[in-house]
């Protein structure tokens, strides 16, 4: 069984750049989620995609998009770079239900200067 | 909204100490309970889950009661090993089954 993975594991971009991320989700999970990690802090939800659409967003501005592909595998793009956008950008893969626990990578430590 | 509140940290305990890392949330309805750890460098892992009132997780020697007339999920260890040395994070899913998490609480088990 193949797990989430992401990449690029580190980035460095300049403030008012553009930058995607990428993930693989575990395999048989539909279900793909994108969280921010600032330092020391627990990770906010970013958005969750099903079936290529995006069904549920966090309170993060439109310059958070994001895809999710045939094959579930997942893009989180961030345009217009901010300073406190720097953070470890996680993915987690899931099935659809209530019950069913968040798998995630080992995220990609983004940092904006 | 819903939310998660936990215990400040760094928690740091002895090895062979018992552990308990407070956990309560505020939610609408009844959401799922989870426990997750961060070992450095790392995503997160799941280290376990309660989906009702009463539910028992346990995994690895840690466990967690889902008590709904509290809103808690406290997290318990009886012997801690420096191996366990992380940052554990509480967590519920609510109906749009979208994750909230706790702040994580740091703990450092010295030899």
């Known amino acids: 069984e193949t797990g989430v993975t992401q990449s690029p594991t580190h980035l460095i971009k300049t403030r008012g750049q553009q930058v995607t991320l990428r993930c693989s989700s575990q395999?048989?999970?539909?279900?793909v989620s994108w969280y921010q990690q600032a330092l020391g802090q627990g990770p906010q939800f970013i958005f969750q995609y099903y079936r290529e659409e995006e069904n549920g967003r966090g309170n993060f501005p439109p310059r958070f998009s994001g895809l999710q592909f045939p094959n579930y595998s997942s893009e989180l793009n961030v345009n217009a770079l901010e300073l406190d956008d720097s953070a470890l950008y996680l993915c987690a893969s899931s099935l659809a239900g209530s019950n069913s626990p968040l798998h995630f990578g080992n995220g990609t430590r983004l940092t904006v200067t | 909204g819903d939310s998660v509140t936990q215990m400040e940290g760094p928690v740091t305990l002895s090895e062979e100490a018992f552990l308990t890392i407070n956990c309560t949330y505020t939610a609408t309805g009844y959401p799922s309970l989870f426990w997750y750890v961060q070992y450095p460098g790392e995503g997160l892992q799941l280290l376990l889950k309660?989906?009702?009132?009463?539910d028992k997780g346990s995994n690895k020697g840690f466990e967690a009661t889902y008590r709904k007339e509290t809103t808690s999920f406290h997290l318990e260890k009886g012997s801690v090993q420096v191996s366990d040395s992380a940052v554990y994070f509480c967590?519920?899913?609510?109906?749009?089954?979208?994750?909230?998490f706790g702040p994580g609480t740091r703990l450092s088990v010295l030899p």
């Open positions: 309660a989906t009702k009132a009463d």
């Open positions: 967590a519920l899913r609510d109906y749009g089954q979208n994750f909230v």
């Open positions: 395999s048989g999970h539909n279900t």
